[in-house]
């Protein structure tokens, strides 16, 4: 299966919202309410920010939130902070136990 | 503490093998499905083979035939056996626990470096 579209960067000050977007087709996103969204530091192991579209685990801040429509899924930073200044990447269950994940999104807080 | 240490990376010729181990703590092991994912060197994540409790295992369609996943419940272990390696199999190697829920990867261990290059 191919990988998931994220544009490759985006940028926002501190305290703004953005959103990063993930493009997939009907046999992923489109067809499974299953996109999950990782950030990762540089050097550092990927960190589950949303799981199922839209649930935040224990822990996560609620200015990180998800939503789906059709085959895009996004995500969404509120009130940006210094610290949120990562490499974002979405991920969806493709069926048949296959997972297929984005390019990743690099975001710049300036 | 969920901890996950993977181990086994290294250099490698291309044809060459390699087994990775990824050694699990701080949870019932047994009752959770584990999977591996890679990371080339500047590049994206990419979903390699998982295995379920039943040990039922899947892969990706680059690593069919080649890779192999396997666990031990009772040493608290994940494996992935790698046959014919590629230069493209170059990656940072990653365990990672499926969640409760199945579809999403909750704890991660700090990866294991494989290069393939002559």
């Known amino acids: 299966q191919s990988a998931l579209t994220q544009s490759a960067s985006v940028s926002g000050s501190p305290g703004q919202s953005i959103t990063i977007s993930c493009t997939g087709t009907?046999?992923?996103?489109?067809?499974?309410?299953?996109v999950s969204w990782y950030q990762q530091h540089p050097g550092k192991a990927p960190k589950l920010m949303i799981f199922?579209?839209?649930k935040r685990p224990s822990g996560i801040s609620n200015r990180f939130s998800g939503s789906k429509s059709g085959n895009t899924a996004s995500l969404t930073i509120s009130g940006l902070q210094a610290e949120d200044e990562a490499d974002y990447y979405c991920?969806?269950?493709?069926?048949?136990?296959?997972?297929?994940f984005g390019g990743g999104t690099k975001l710049t807080v300036l | 503490e969920v901890q996950l240490v993977e181990s086994g990376g290294g250099l490698v010729q291309p044809g060459g093998s390699l087994r990775l181990s990824c050694a699990a703590s701080?949870?019932?092991?047994?009752?959770?499905?584990m999977h591996w994912v890679r990371q080339a060197p500047g590049k994206g994540l990419e979903w390699v083979s998982g295995i379920g409790t039943g040990n039922d295992a899947y892969y990706l369609g680059s690593v069919k035939g080649r890779f192999t996943i396997s666990r031990e419940n009772a040493k608290n272990s994940l494996y992935l056996q790698m046959n014919s390696l590629r230069a493209g199999d170059t990656a940072v190697y990653y365990c990672a626990r499926a969640s409760g829920t199945y579809y999403e990867f909750d704890y991660w261990g700090q990866g294991t470096l494989v290069t393939v290059s002559s």
């Open positions: 009907s046999s992923d996103i489109g067809s499974y309410n299953l």
């Open positions: 199922e579209g839209s």
């Open positions: 701080g949870f019932t092991f047994s009752a959770y499905d």
């Open positions: 991920c969806s269950f493709a069926g048949s136990s296959t997972w297929v």
